[in-house]
């Protein structure tokens, strides 16, 4: 038997706006580490602070603790001014994240049907005036991941 529910079909659809894929100015809201046997990691609640259109909207995503992929949180770290002596003696303290600011670029991707963000890059924060003006570029984050 079929049974008609008026509304359903909304339901379907996510009703949060989409942040588009791009550079974003952002803020730490919260971070928690998740233990997976294969694949341990961070998940990262950020907020948009710029663009201004934007503002306030949330971006979560993963950072994983594995062996190969232990660069990119670092990276992370220090691009977002991560205290450095807990940094040299490999500690990260989740009561320490909240409020760093940094610049990301995300990218979105489909996973067994799940829509993921990427973290794909960092930057400090004082380099957002730099590549918000410049067109958005892979190479943009990449090269300030060689320089730091």
Not at 65 to 94: I, N, S
Not at 123 to 131: F, I, K, N
């Amino acid at each position: 038997m079929n049974r008609k529910v008026p509304g359903l079909a909304e339901t379907a659809h996510d009703s949060r706006p989409k942040i588009p894929d791009g550079i974003y100015l952002v803020r730490v809201d919260g971070a928690q580490f998740r233990w997976h046997a294969r694949k341990p990691f961070y998940v990262l609640r950020l907020s948009v602070i710029e663009p201004r259109t934007l503002a306030g909207q949330p971006i979560v995503g993963r950072l994983y603790c594995t062996q190969r992929a232990m660069w990119k949180l670092g990276w992370f770290l220090r691009d977002f001014l991560y205290d450095p002596e807990l940094l040299a003696h490999e500690q990260v303290d989740e009561k320490a994240l909240p409020g760093l600011r940094g610049v990301v670029k995300i990218s979105h991707s489909v996973v067994n049907g799940i829509s993921l963000i990427n973290l794909d890059g960092f930057a400090p924060a004082s380099q957002w005036e730099e590549l918000s003006a410049a067109p958005a570029s892979s190479a943009s984050l990449s090269n300030n991941a060689e320089a730091s």
